[in-house]
């Protein structure tokens, strides 16, 4: 399902904008936000390396700075996929405060698991 509804509201943005800036400006926006999208999820991606590796020194286990280079990945792919929706959507990921929310509901959906499966094993 996600694979055709994103499609579609791709198109219709780009149709909306080309409409309001013009065909040629809104191609040259799709690539100013891919090659910038790429920078920021390069400086992102070693923001959470060198988070990762500050972990590992102090001995403790990287699971939050693992999540999170996921999510930078994630964003990664979304940047660079031509449309505004999901550029939209991998900004919003991108930075740290999306990045805390999303990776706090994963950790959540994680622990619901982990403790209905040892409910399971109990019983």
């Known amino acids: 399902m996600t694979f055709v509804i994103v499609p579609l509201i791709e ?13 040629f400006a809104t191609i040259g926006v799709i690539l100013l936000l ?13 923001r959470v390396l060198r988070d990762i590796r500050r972990a590992l020194d102090r001995g403790d286990i990287p699971g939050d700075g693992l999540i999170e ?7 990664g792919a979304l940047l660079i ?38 409910f399971i094993l109990h019983v």
């Open 11 to 23: 198109i219709a943005l780009f149709i909306q904008v080309g409409k309001i800036i013009g065909t």
């Open 34 to 46: 891919g090659v910038v999208g790429a920078v920021l999820v390069k400086w992102q991606g070693l």
């Open 69 to 75: 280079g996921v999510l930078v990945l994630v964003s």
């Open 81 to 118: 996929t031509p449309g505004f929706f999901t550029d939209m959507i991998g900004l919003a990921i991108l930075f740290r405060p999306g990045r805390s929310l999303i990776r706090k509901a994963i950790k959540r959906a994680f622990y619901k698991r982990v403790a209905r499966y040892q």
